[in-house]
């Protein structure tokens, strides 16, 4: 089933299993399970159960000990599950040792989040992202593969496994050297595109437009969030990873300034290193902007866990020391008075908003005014009728407040942002 195997989808029923090893690990460790229960549902897979298990000590072979091991492949056979995914992150060889002793796939959450990766990219840079990723990740786990191939479709117990295993590992060296291949492939590809990016970027430097990227963890309600700033209709779904491809728009601020904003991709506790490493080109976004928008969930029980991870990818990325506006989001699901108290006293300088009936978003309106305050003036000019080029741009890149005539002139009051300031300063009023 899963596309790093290069399987048909035949996994029907998953036994979910968190592994943890201190007592005070029980709680994260269940909230876990129940995120990598979401994750295989966003795949179709149904969930016969789910399992937390608590080892005592951490084991080489199959992170836990035989015993848990062989009672959790017992309950797996006993529901008729296809897949055993493991919320621990599994070495090649642990992966091998639980599918010889399951007879059964067995994957990690590292390889779910790839599945649901490669099923949601839509764009030809996030697809060159999720390659990559995936190369990387199935590369050390290439023999564990072909045993799978070997177990489906092998020689039928007509002796001469010796040969067949010959054939297995010539094969392996050359599919090794494809992966290699195709690794140096996309990360010269991914290059190209970073290129594209930087010049798109020096564009929108020119026009000194400033810019904000929403980020948040997943399922949030980022991307219903920018249709609701700005109008557009960028798919928004509840589901998690609805978006894995940047979406930019350009809004006017109440004080006429432009701001573009960039919906990111959301982030996730776990998230393997390798995926932050693959999606740089995309997250760059957020450490390229002038300022982030930080939405969380206000209705998720682990709200401050939420924020810690997405605090920590950003720091990752190098995008630390920026302007942050947080906004509580889904404020209007939340019913409860003594939540809501908590909420504020957690979070005191958050804007209280919803993306889907639109509460807060004048608030978070005012807040990027603020940021950028320092970038416009309010001023009053008086341009001759004759310059309609001035009048032009005043309409096109500030926001006119009145006009007046006054015989052969307009009286123009306007919030001019500083980029253009320079060019109407000789018809400027003095105050």
């Known amino acids: 089933m899963f596309e790093v195997r290069q399987k048909p989808e035949m996994v029907e029923r998953a036994l979910l299993v968190r592994l943890y090893f201190d007592k005070s690990e029980e709680e994260e460790s269940a909230s876990l399970l129940d995120e990598l229960g979401e994750l295989v549902s966003t795949l179709g897979i149904e969930i016969a159960e789910s399992v937390l298990a608590k080892s005592r000590e951490m084991h080489k072979k199959f992170l836990c000990g035989t015993g848990k091991a062989a009672e959790i492949v017992a309950l797996a056979k006993a529901h008729e599950c296809d897949v055993i995914v493991i919320d621990n992150n599994l070495a090649p060889s642990q992966q091998r040792e639980w599918e010889k002793l399951a007879d059964l796939c067995v994957i990690d959450r590292e390889e779910v989040i790839l599945d649901i990766f490669g099923k949601r990219a839509q764009t030809r840079e996030a697809r060159l992202q999720v390659e990559l990723a995936k190369m990387q990740y199935a590369l050390p786990r290439l023999a564990r593969m072909w045993g799978h191939l070997d177990r489906e479709g092998g020689g039928g117990g007509t002796g001469g496994g010796g040969a067949e295993r010959g054939m297995g590992e010539k094969q392996i060296e050359i599919d090794r050297r494809l992966a290699h291949l195709s690794i140096d492939r996309c990360k010269r590809e991914l290059e190209i595109v970073r290129k594209q990016r930087k010049t798109q970027r020096k564009e929108r430097e020119k026009l000194d437009t400033p810019h904000a990227s929403i980020v948040g963890y ?214």
């Open 218 to 431: 997943t399922n949030a309600g980022k991307s219903t969030m920018l249709n609701q700033i700005s109008g557009s209709n960028v798919m928004a779904k509840d589901m998690l990873f609805a978006t894995l491809d940047t979406t930019t728009r350009r809004i006017d601020l109440p004080d006429g300034q432009p701001l573009l904003v960039t919906d990111t991709v959301g982030f996730v506790r776990n998230l393997p290193h390798r995926l932050v490493e693959a999606f740089k080109a995309t997250l760059e976004e957020a450490v390229l902007s002038d300022f982030l928008i930080h939405v969380l969930d206000a209705t998720a029980p682990e709200i401050e866990i939420f924020q810690a991870t997405t605090l920590h990818v950003l720091e990752e990325l190098g995008a630390v020391g920026k302007p942050i506006i947080t906004v509580l989001n889904k404020i209007d699901k939340v019913t409860d008075p003594w939540t809501l108290v908590c909420l504020e006293r957690q979070f005191p300088d958050a804007i209280h908003a919803s993306a889907l009936t639109g509460q807060g978003i004048d608030d978070i309106y005012k807040a990027c005014s603020k940021i950028l305050e320092d970038r416009v003036t309010h001023e009053n000019y008086r341009i001759p009728q004759k310059r309609g080029d001035l009048l032009n741009l005043l309409h096109e890149d500030a926001k006119v407040i009145s006009t007046e005539y006054d015989e052969n002139d307009i009286v123009v009051t306007a919030i001019v942002p500083a980029n253009i300031a320079g060019k109407l300063n000789p018809f400027l009023i003095p105050h």
